[in-house]
């Protein structure tokens, strides 16, 4: 049976991250993933933030261009404009993005396995037996230490007895190039609670690619219906019918915040696994990768040291204290089932007080957690000098 020291479950953002981290550390680390390439049936939007883009090593080639601008609109399509001097946002190219990432991890000894399932993980000595299904074979492999980044309804979790989701939004979007939209980049925010109950519908326009959305409550709406009738609402704003869609893309994203139990002695929890997402406006990139760098950090030092005081430090309660507002602001969105009231709401944010409060969501630079980047950085000059070899 073969050995590793780190078995990481889901070759997303979070997963990848971990891995190429865990791999510079001269771990032997089993990355596993469902999808056969990863640039398959990708799921998020893939928007990142200025603080994501300063802190950690984005390739510039995975990226698309500068967005500054948010039009915010009421269910009446009345709009209120944000701008920022900063350049706020940028769209990832994130089939590209996790193939570069990939490659990183490959170099730096990671086994790669795609087109494997997760079954299941026992308890052992040391570690755990974890069980996988790899196309029509069983692969049985040993493990010191499991990482779960197995999206939100994680069966790592139940098999490492750590918290779940319980809280969840859905969401459904169309990637579309050539599309006929005037003006500068920019993120088109609608707020419907009909066709988005609970959340927002979404236009992010970066001059190359629109990526057109609804998400919200799965229980009180039909997201590809609703999809379907937000394209044809907004037609007085940007006509889709001549566009050409590329791609779709759909998933659950966690809203109540990071999970508090998301560590102990077999493994831990990154990215949805460990609800790692705003819950208010389930943008999940950048608490991902400051937790997967953090998670990085943690396993090494515990496996280095088999003390279990490394694991206090990754303990989701030492958290939620930053997203206190936002569960908050989440538990009142999700009461709000009227247009009328939503509308009276946007007349609101139009105040000068209500509006620099709204320019504080899309544009403040508050993250989570703070963690130390040091393993980033040094995955990211272990990355450039490959790059010139």
């Not at 050995?3 to 865990?22: H, K, M, N, P, S």
């Not at 049936?41 to 990226?63: Q, Y």
């Not at 943008?283 to 950090?297: V, Y």
């Not at 303990?315 to 709000?336: D, Q, Y």
């Given at each position: 049976?073969?050995?590793?020291?780190?078995?990481?479950?889901?070759?997303?953002?979070?997963?990848?991250?971990?891995?190429?981290?865990?791999?510079?550390?001269?771990?032997?680390?089993?990355?596993?993933?469902?999808?056969?390439?990863?640039?398959?049936?990708?799921?998020?939007?893939?928007?990142?933030?200025?603080?994501?883009?300063?802190?950690?090593?984005?390739?510039?080639?995975?990226?698309?261009?500068?967005v500054r601008h948010v039009s915010l609109y009421s269910p009446a399509h009345r709009v209120l404009h944000l701008q920022s001097e900063h350049d706020e946002f940028r769209v990832g190219r994130m089939g590209r993005l996790y193939l570069r990432y990939l490659t990183q991890c490959l170099l730096s000894g990671v086994e790669?396995?795609?087109?494997?399932?997760?079954?299941?993980?026992?308890?052992?000595?040391?570690?755990?037996?974890?069980?996988?299904?790899?196309?029509?074979?069983v692969r049985t492999v040993k493990t010191r230490f499991l990482i779960g980044g197995d999206g939100v309804c994680s069966r790592v979790a139940t098999d490492l007895q750590l918290d779940r989701n319980r809280e969840w939004i859905v969401g459904v979007e169309n990637i579309y190039h050539k599309i006929a939209l005037?003006?500068?980049?920019?993120?088109?925010?609608?707020?419907?609670?009909?066709?988005?109950?609970?959340?927002?519908?979404?236009?992010?326009?970066?001059?190359?690619?629109?990526?057109?959305?609804?998400?919200g409550y799965a229980n009180r709406f039909d997201p590809i219906s609703a999809l379907e009738e937000f394209q044809t609402s907004v037609r007085d704003i940007v006509d889709l019918r001549n566009a050409k869609q590329v791609e779709r893309?759909?998933?659950?994203?966690?809203?109540?915040?990071v999970l508090k139990h998301i560590a102990n002695e077999r493994g831990l929890l990154i990215g949805d696994a460990a609800g790692a997402v705003s819950p208010l406006t389930a943008?999940?990139?950048?608490?991902?990768?400051?937790?997967?760098?953090?998670?990085?950090?943690v396993t090494a030092e515990f496996l280095a040291t088999n003390n279990r005081a490394a694991l206090t430090q990754y303990?989701?309660?030492?958290?939620?204290?930053?997203?206190?507002?936002?569960?908050?602001?989440?538990?009142?969105?999700?009461?709000?089932r009227s247009s009328s009231l939503t509308e009276l709401a946007c007349v609101g944010l139009r105040m000068p007080l209500f509006k620099r409060l709204a320019a504080q969501v899309f544009f403040g630079r508050g993250s989570f957690p703070n963690v130390d980047l040091s393993l980033s950085a040094q995955v990211a000059d272990a990355a450039f000098e490959q790059t010139r070899m």
């Open positions: 049976m073969e050995e590793f020291d780190v078995t990481i479950i889901g070759a997303g953002l979070a997963g990848l991250q971990c891995a190429r981290l865990l791999g510079r550390q001269g771990l032997r680390v089993l990355l596993v993933d469902r999808k056969a390439s990863l640039d398959q049936k990708i799921h998020t939007t893939g928007i990142f933030v200025r603080r994501t883009l300063e802190d950690f090593d984005i390739p510039e080639d995975c990226l698309g261009p500068v790669w396995l795609p087109s494997a399932n997760y079954v299941d993980a026992t308890t052992i000595d040391g570690g755990s037996i974890v069980r996988l299904n790899v196309l029509t074979a005037e003006g500068p980049p920019r993120l088109l925010c609608f707020l419907n609670p009909r066709l988005a109950p609970g959340y927002i519908a979404w236009i992010a326009y970066d001059g190359v690619e629109a990526h057109v959305g609804v998400g893309r759909g998933g659950r994203i966690p809203v109540g915040g943008g999940g990139l950048d608490p991902c990768m400051r937790l997967s760098t953090l998670a990085a950090s303990s989701g309660e030492l958290f939620r204290s930053k997203f206190t507002s936002r569960l908050w602001a989440r538990r009142i969105a999700s009461l709000v």
